[in-house]
């Protein structure tokens, strides 16, 4: 977050929490179904996706 600073809203620094929770939710479902599904290169991709976050 460092992005942010001690000037942003604390109602958007918490709107940004909550939206990265929801990206990280849906990654690791979607990462779920995909090797449920046994897809290995969607797998790569998801996991790909997962360390841009980070």
């Known amino acids: ?6 000037n942003t809203p604390k109602s958007l620094i918490k709107l940004n929490e909550v939206h990265r929770v929801n990206i990280e ?4 479902h979607r ?8 897809d290995s290169d969607l ?5 790909e996706e997962k360390q841009l976050l980070n």
């Open 1 to 6: 977050m460092s992005t942010m600073n001690k």
């Open 25 to 28: 939710k849906r990654l690791a």
């Open 31 to 38: 990462l779920e179904v995909a090797r449920a599904k046994g």
């Open 43 to 47: 797998v790569k991709k998801i996991e």
